[in-house]
């Protein structure tokens, strides 16, 4: 089971053993924006400060592309990733896309 603990943003780890690569494996996610939380968004633009429902929604988002980067990695044999990245892009306007990708191996 791929674990917090076995997801590595490395390339090369010094104490453990790859005793397989198996390769590159991703998870993603778009998200859009909420109108309610656009209302909010907008008031905030003018006073400042965080807003906390679009930080919620990414928060949200980087764990769904990561479960899946994790799923697919499990499902190819992998208990470990290495090179883990996390990325996002705006695939239109109101929506972004968040992607966690990285190399699936086996260490001992």
């Known amino acids: 089971m ?3 603990e076995s997801i590595f943003t490395t390339n090369v780890l010094t104490d453990k053993k790859i005793v397989k690569t198996i390769g590159y494996v991703k998870g993603s996610t778009v998200q859009t ?3 309610g939380k656009d209302i ?14 679009y930080t919620d929604m990414m928060d949200d988002a980087r764990k769904i592309a990561v479960g899946r980067l ?3 990695a499990e499902g190819l ?3 470990a990733i290495i090179g883990f990245r996390l990325q996002t892009s705006a695939v239109m306007s109101g929506a972004a896309e968040i992607i ?6 086996v260490i001992e």
């Open 40 to 53: 909010a968004a907008g008031f905030k633009t003018l006073f400042g400060g965080e807003i906390k429902g």
């Open 2 to 4: 791929i674990t917090r």
């Open 33 to 35: 924006k909420n109108v």
């Open 70 to 72: 994790v799923e697919e």
């Open 77 to 79: 044999g992998a208990n």
């Open 100 to 105: 966690a990708y990285g190399t699936a191996v």
